[in-house]
């Protein structure tokens, strides 16, 4: 295809030392390759993970705690993995007070890439399990709400986050401001990432995704979204509560087993109902969600409705009287 | 992470008055560099690239929004940097790394030795750093505003009724968007104009009966600078008169189309 081998990598070279200057892509030629081509210094580590590591960092430039997320990148046949590349040009196009915000973005070459976000002081898991969950009503109602803004500005940009849970959940302690995190990368990539299976189950995913329904759709966030919900209030995940085999049955137990007058199209989607059949009347969220007032807890059964299209949306949910209480803010 | 390239900022519920500001707003930012229309080296190398990303497209089955996309990327990548001259090499592995980056982008698999059949042999070494390449020249902003992401709105604006009526001008007007792709005078008007001119010449096309109305609240729109709007209706007929005339010489389409039709459609083009 090309005479000079050597001729186009130091074609390739220049072309490399003009994009120095882009904002976003921060790799400079000649710089070893590290925490100094990011402009941070590391601190420590913050988590560790299946996708690579994240550590604290302070901003060389303005002295600013940043977050750095270093992705271990394997197997390159298909060139820059498609998870990463789809979550920074999303990240790069939602621009809201109640999500994370993603500064920089750098390479080491085959091998790492590097992203730079905001600092938050910690995640709502922590706050949860180190700081006793927010029994304050207030707090669990402005959390809701600052949640449930980002989720229907995601929704309205046709953007699904589809791994909303605690641990993604940041918060500024100061301001007790709450910001979206992880778009994408944590979960399992096959192809590009070593990524290792957590054991047990997860209490956040919605009833049409446990049924290997490929037709989902923003729904999904809303049900993540009551499971978070219902956390903060009990200080515990819900179907962490419910005694089951799997987090299915639990969701049944709690809601009783669908049937196709409740959810038009069960039994299509899940041929293998039977064997829940006639099993579980609800036990009722009522039974497990207590200390949450009524209105809350109607908006709880909107967001932990079985039917995906009877689910309440993000956007109708900050409508909904639960927030209309003038106290809270 | 899901999300809906061909209408990237459209609520699923209901309009929003702010995104479709922020649309509008952000365009700009989705086009290539105004400096480089004047350049003959851009306008010969992009004609090659795109001519070679179709022919890919073609002999890959993909989508058509994947090479759309790709063609997009080209443009903002070649307009912002210098076109190296004397390597063959270069077009060839920034139209392969364009259409990668677009098939991950909408969610496709594009086996790079599918790509390679086609004569774009590169190691996947070469692909990932050209890749990387175009990923911070555009800032890695890969989620484009396409004229696709307008029709929805312009439609809306018209108040139809009939859902089939909707989508079938919606489907018309992408038509005409993706044949539009292969000029590159094109590239002169924004995003939003070329869906604007689009929605027009697709209206007249299928429902005359309505086509008043139509362009009377397309061109009503405050987003939209009328003479503007005016140039590029004029350079999209020119187009399709080109078209029409490139359909009368290819044979092929005189075994599936009767000699009076097409004197109808053509005469019909005519008279817009």
Same mark, same amino acid.
């Given at each position: 295809m090309w005479n000079e081998e050597s001729d186009w990598i130091g074609s390739f070279d220049a072309l490399l030392a003009r994009l120095a200057e882009c904002s976003m892509c921060s790799r400079r030629s000649g710089e070893r390759p590290g925490a100094a081509q990011m402009d941070v210094k590391i601190l420590d580590v913050a988590a560790e993970g299946g996708y690579g590591r994240v550590f604290r960092c302070?901003?060389?430039? *303005?002295?600013a705690l940043v977050a750095m997320k270093q992705i271990t990148m394997v197997r390159l046949s298909q060139g820059i993995p498609a998870q990463i590349i789809r979550e920074v040009s999303l990240l790069r196009e939602l621009h809201h007070a109640n999500i994370v915000k993603l500064l920089r973005v750098g390479f080491t070459e085959n091998r790492y890439v590097n992203l730079v976000f905001e600092h938050l002081d910690y995640d709502l898991h922590q706050f949860i399990v180190n700081r006793g969950y927010p029994k304050d009503a207030t707090t669990v109602k402005s959390f809701m709400f600052q949640i449930l803004s980002a989720v229907a500005y995601c929704h309205s940009r046709k953007v699904l986050h589809r791994d909303l849970k605690p641990s993604n959940v940041l918060i500024n302690h100061s301001k007790r401001l709450i910001k979206l995190a &992880?778009?994408?990368?944590?979960?399992?990539?096959?192809? &590009?990432f070593l990524y290792t299976e957590k054991l047990? *189950?997860?209490?956040?995913?919605a009833p049409e995704i446990l049924c290997h329904s490929?037709?989902?759709? *923003?729904q999904v966030d809303l049900w993540s979204v009551g499971c978070i919900f219902a956390e903060m209030v009990i200080g515990q995940p819900l179907f962490q509560v419910i005694n089951c085999r799997d987090e299915l049955e639990g969701i049944f137990k709690l809601l009783g087993t669908p049937t196709e007058e409740t959810w038009p199209g069960i039994t299509k989607l899940m041929p293998n109902l039977h064997i829940y059949c006639s099993k579980f009347d609800p036990l009722g969220l009522e039974t497990f969600v207590t200390d949450l007032e009524p209105s809350g807890l109607n908006l709880l059964s909107m967001m932990l409705c079985l039917d995906p299209s009877k689910r309440i949306s993000a956007e109708a949910s900050l409508k909904h009287a639960y927030f209309t209480d003038v106290n809270w803010i | 992470m899901e999300f809906d390239l061909e209408d990237p900022l459209v609520s699923l519920e209901e309009e929003q008055t702010f995104t479709i500001s922020e649309l509008f707003a952000s365009e700009s930012e989705h086009v290539p560099s105004p400096n480089c229309l004047t350049s003959t080296h851009f306008r010969v190398f992009c004609c090659e690239a795109i001519s070679l990303i179709l022919q890919v497209q073609v002999s890959c089955k993909l989508d058509p929004f994947v090479a759309y996309l790709a063609i997009n990327y080209l443009h903002r990548f070649m307009s912002s940097q210098e076109i190296p001259q004397g390597k063959p090499w270069f077009l060839r592995l920034v139209v392969i790394s364009c259409l990668s980056l677009a098939s991950k982008m909408k969610n496709t698999t594009l086996s790079f030795l599918v790509i390679q059949k086609e004569g774009c042999y590169f190691k996947a070494q070469s692909i990932q750093r050209m890749e990387l390449l175009i990923l911070g020249a555009l800032k890695w902003r890969m989620r484009s505003i396409t004229p696709f992401s307008f029709l929805h709105f312009f439609i809306s604006l018209a108040e139809i009724k009939d859902q089939s009526l909707k989508q079938a001008l919606k489907s018309r007007a992408s038509e005409i968007i993706f044949n539009a792709?292969?000029?590159?005078?094109? /590239? #002169? $008007?924004k995003p939003s104009t070329v869906a604007a001119t689009a929605l027009i010449f697709a209206s007249h096309e299928l429902f005359p009966q309505q086509y008043s109305i139509l362009r009377a609240s397309i061109t009503a729109? #405050? $987003? /939209?600078d009328g003479e503007t709007l005016s140039k590029c209706f004029d350079l999209m007929q020119d187009m399709m008169r080109m078209e029409a005339k490139e359909l009368m010489i290819d044979t092929s389409f005189l075994s599936t189309e009767t000699p009076v039709s097409m004197l109808e459609r053509n005469t019909k083009r005519q008279r817009i």
């Open positions: 302070l901003d060389v430039h *303005t002295g &992880d778009f994408g990368l944590a979960r399992e990539f096959a192809d &590009d047990g *189950t997860s209490w956040y995913r490929r037709q989902y759709s *923003t | 792709q292969n000029d590159i005078k094109l /590239l #002169e $008007y729109s #405050e $987003y /939209l």
